[in-house]
T-cell receptor
Framework: GNSVTQMEGPVTLSEEAFLTINCTYT??????LFWYVQYPGEGLQLLLK?????DKGSNKGFEATYRKETTSFHLEKGSVQVSDSAVYFC??????????FGKGTMLLVSP | DTGVSQDPRHKITKRGQNVTFRCDPI?????LYWYRQTLGQGPEFLTY????????KSRLLSDRFSAERPKGSFSTLEIQRTEQGDSAMYLC?????????????????FGEGSRLTVL
């Protein structure tokens, strides 16, 4: 079946630090990959996406590259801000069904 | 605002009572999804509709749960005889069957959720 594994949090960083949140997946075929973000008290929002191998999704300074050989889609940001504190979810869609999410990784950024 | 809206945002009920949640999707979206999210977990798929047809149901959707989308627009999720284990955030999302420019298959737009607490 399809599954997504994310690193456990919380990830605690100081402002301007480099961020990596690891995500690996198991899926049949060639899924689309997504990162969603959930800010405190808000709904899930799409952060970035990639649809095929070696695609790089990017948004708001965040990036993730679809790596088929390692079945990974790690989220990175060069310099985090306090406002990036949220829960980040990696997800996949195999194209014939709906989204499968990881458990989420909480990011806490301190000034 | 033309996003996905859910009502109520919070519901506290006693065990054994019935509850109903409503979801209004983005108007032009023909697919509508229900997910459940518990503390510390990612959203778990419950069911989805394409127009008024319910096309897929998860094993999580026990016979106490029923979802409808009678006219292919808004949807309701009813939980009968609630149990404490039903306490969760119930998320609704919508999408286009055929993504438009800049969108991809499976890209869902979520509402803010309906939080259920069963005492």
């Amino acid at each position: 079946g399809n599954s997504v594994t994310q690193m456990e949090g919380p990830v605690t960083l100081s402002e301007e630090a480099f961020l990596t949140i690891n995500c690996t997946y198991t899926a049949t075929g060639y899924p689309s990959l997504f990162w969603y973000v959930q800010y405190p008290g808000e709904g899930l929002q799409l952060l970035l996406k990639a649809t095929k191998a070696d695609d790089k999704g990017s948004n708001k300074g965040f990036e993730a590259t679809y790596r088929k050989e390692t079945t990974s889609f790690h989220l990175e940001k060069g310099s985090v801000q306090v406002s990036d504190s949220a829960v980040y979810f990696c997800a996949l869609n195999p194209g014939y069904s709906t989204l499968t999410f990881g458990k989420g990784t909480m990011l806490l950024v301190s000034p | 605002d033309t996003g996905v809206s859910q009502d109520p945002r919070h519901k506290i009920t006693k065990r054994g009572q019935n509850v109903t949640f409503r979801c209004d999707p983005i108007s032009e979206h023909n697919r509508l999804y229900w997910y459940r999210q518990t503390l510390g977990q990612g959203p778990e798929f419950l069911t989805y509709f394409q127009n008024e047809a319910q096309l897929e149901k998860s094993r999580l959707l026990s016979d106490r749960f029923s979802a409808e989308r009678p006219k292919g627009s808004f949807s309701t999720l009813e939980i009968q005889r609630t149990e404490q284990g039903d306490s969760a955030m119930y998320l609704c999302a919508s999408s286009l069957m055929y993504p438009g420019p800049g969108l991809v298959t499976g890209e869902l737009f979520f509402g803010e959720g309906s939080r259920l607490t069963v005492l």
